[in-house]
Nanobody, 126 residues
Framework: EVQLVESGGGLVQPGGSLRLSCKIS????????IGWFRQAPGKEREGASC????????YYEDSVKDRFNCSRDDATSTVHLQMNSLRPEDTAVYYC???????????????????WGQGTQVTVSS
């Protein structure tokens, strides 16, 4: 059984930092692209905020570039999302997802990936 379990969410003040983790089991992690998505209430589904591909450089969506850092540790089957300089508009439920496609597609939305987690809430507020 494939499982993706996010953790590390919480309440943080604007300008603060959070580190999310996604523990993955039941699949061979290095064969998958791993994306981090976020879903805010009332907003349409978007493509990934960042994608750590099976091979090649990490992709970042423009609004998080230079603030977020995504990384993967295949040895521990864990993917991390380091979020810095957080803004109120970063408030959302954050999900990690795994995609077995040969090439990653930054426009794919969460449920177009092969597997995804239940999400962790991040709230940026003073």
């Amino acid at each position: 059984e494939v499982q993706l379990v996010e953790s590390g969410g919480g309440l943080v003040q604007p300008g603060g930092s959070l580190r999310l983790s996604c523990k993955i089991s039941g699949l061979t992690l290095y064969e998958y692209h791993i994306g981090w998505f976020r879903q805010a209430p009332g907003k349409e589904r978007e493509g990934a905020s960042c994608i750590v591909p099976a091979h090649g450089p990490t992709y970042y969506e423009d609004s998080v570039k230079d603030r977020f850092n995504c990384s993967r540790d295949d040895a521990t089957s864990t993917v991390h999302l380091q979020m810095n300089s957080l803004r109120p508009e970063d408030t959302a439920v954050y999900y990690c997802a795994a995609d077995a496609s040969r090439y990653y597609n930054s426009r794919k939305t969460l449920y177009e990936y092969d597997f995804w987690g239940q999400g962790t809430q991040v709230t940026v507020s003073s």
